[in-house]
């Protein structure tokens, strides 16, 4: 079966691990290591919500799209520096699927 882009790119973002950072923008961003990776996903972010509240006004959603790709990218080159994959993040979502949102949130203790 073909691989979905999500297994390639969490492919080529092992790979990099080894790859020199003039060759790779992934290999710089793991050589400046992690604090700059997140600086990157906080930007992604802000990025993002200013995009959803442009399209809000504009209707044009492709900005949102563009964006929100830039930060889905940033935070798998962040789960890759932590040795995950986006794997682990579906695996999660299907761990929480059909449960309520609300029910969960009844469901914590005080101190969660
Ligand atoms: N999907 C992406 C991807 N999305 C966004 N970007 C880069 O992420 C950066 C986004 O940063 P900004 O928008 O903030 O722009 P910037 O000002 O250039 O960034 P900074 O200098 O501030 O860090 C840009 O350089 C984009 O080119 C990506 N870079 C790489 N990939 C994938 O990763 C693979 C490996 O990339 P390399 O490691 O560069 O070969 C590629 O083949 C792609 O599949």
Same mark, same amino acid.
């Given at each position: 079966? +073909?691989?979905?882009?999500?297994?390639?790119?969490?492919?080529?973002?092992?790979?990099?691990?080894?790859?020199?950072?003039?060759?790779?923008?992934?290999?710089?961003?793991?050589?400046?290591?992690?604090?700059? %990776?997140?600086?990157?996903?906080?930007?992604? +972010? %802000?990025?993002?919500?200013?995009?959803?509240?442009?399209?809000?006004?504009?209707?044009?959603?492709?900005?949102?799209?563009?964006?929100? +790709?830039?930060?889905?990218?940033?935070?798998?080159?962040?789960?890759?520096?932590?040795?995950?994959?986006?794997?682990?993040?579906?695996?999660?979502?299907?761990?929480?699927?059909?449960?309520?949102?609300?029910?969960?949130?009844?469901?914590?203790?005080?101190?969660?």
């Amino acid at each position: 079966m +073909a691989q979905s882009i999500l297994e390639q790119l969490d492919q080529v973002l092992a790979e990099r691990k080894g790859a020199d950072a003039d060759s790779s923008y992934v290999a710089s961003l793991y050589h400046k290591g992690l604090n700059k %990776i997140l600086e990157k996903v906080g930007e992604e +972010a %802000i990025e993002t919500v200013l995009a959803a509240k442009d399209a809000e006004q504009s209707g044009d959603n492709s900005k949102l799209i563009y964006e929100t +790709a830039d930060l889905w990218f940033h935070s798998l080159v962040m789960l890759a520096e932590r040795g995950e994959n986006h794997q682990a993040v579906l695996n999660e979502l299907a761990r929480r699927f059909g449960l309520s949102g609300l029910e969960e949130k009844a469901s914590r203790t005080p101190s969660n």
